[in-house]
């Protein structure tokens, strides 16, 4: 059996990930046939690209449904159904408030939020939704006071935050989580959900390639929580955060055979998910 090979620049194909989560949405909400799936994922893919070279975006991130899979994914589905606010924040193509949707919140009820408003408008490309979505999707950078987010401020009860955290360093960190507990309601049950690279040492780093010198911080479980109490203390709230690793990726069984440096090394990656509720 030939083994598929990762592309000089770490792109892996399409059928090494398992994407079955995102296929089966994209069957069931956007109607698209099967047999025309894939040269749709690549299309959309390839325009993400050209906007930002996120490596999420050439790893398929955005087929991958991380809230669907959460221990409080009904308890948010059933929110969000008698009136909760639902945000995504650093939404991408908006793929977890499509699968929301299709479980039946009323897209009314949603909020989409990414700096790069192209992925606002693909994500309805990719979905083939424009014409029934009703979902406010607002690019803005969550740093810019100025931004529509501040005009949201204490109206959100949920925020679903992805492979956003450790894009920054730890004091950065630490202002988007302050900014993320203005946008929630102060009330008891507000909820926090999301996922990021972690592992099992926290460490501040510079990804490979990048020659501007800025700085990422990775987390383990406990560096996480302790960031939490210092936002608390910041705040004026209380926080319980339960936290934990994961692989990071989701690969297909077959893929467990093939031998490139690439796909062993994504294979021993850590994801670090996460569940915040305020107390």
């Known amino acids: 059996m030939s083994n598929p090979e990762s592309t000089p620049n ?17 069957h069931e909400y956007s109607g698209i046939p099967d047999e025309k799936v894939q040269n749709h994922i690549e299309s959309i893919k390839q325009k993400a690209l050209q906007v930002r ?59 989409g939020s990414d700096l790069w408003g192209e992925y606002l408008s693909m994500g309805y490309e990719l979905f083939k939704d424009k014409d029934r979505l009703q979902t406010k999707f607002i690019a803005a950078d969550i740093f810019d006071d100025s931004s529509p987010l501040a005009k949201l401020s204490g109206q959100m009860n949920i925020i679903y935050v ?5 894009l920054f360093s730890l004091e950065e960190q630490e202002e988007i989580a302050v900014r993320i507990v203005h946008l929630l309601a102060p009330q008891p049950g507000s909820l926090i959900i999301g996922r990021q690279s ?32 210092r936002v608390g203390d910041k705040t004026g ?27 062993q090394r994504l294979m021993k990656a850590k994801g670090l998910r996460f569940t915040i509720r305020r107390l």
């Open 237 to 263: 709230s209380k926080w319980s955060a339960d936290v934990g690793l994961c692989q990071e990726f989701k690969f297909k069984p077959s893929a467990t055979l093939d031998t490139s440096g690439e796909v």
């Open 10 to 26: 770490g792109e892996i194909p399409f059928d090494i990930y398992d994407l079955d989560s995102g296929l089966k949405l994209l």
């Open 198 to 229: 972690g592992g099992e040492t926290a460490l501040e780093y510079s990804r490979a390639g990048d020659m501007s010198g800025r700085r990422q911080f990775q987390h383990n479980p406990q560096s996480w929580k302790q960031l939490w109490d």
């Open 162 to 166: 992805g492979d956003v955290f450790h």
């Open 53 to 111: 070279h996120y490596p999420c975006i050439r790893r398929y991130r955005f087929l991958e449904l991380i809230l669907m899979t959460t221990e409080v994914y009904q308890e948010i589905l059933e929110r969000v159904k008698n009136g909760d606010k639902f945000m995504d924040l650093g939404c991408c193509f908006g793929q977890e408030i499509r699968k929301l949707v299709h479980d039946g919140a009323p897209s009314v009820n949603t909020y």
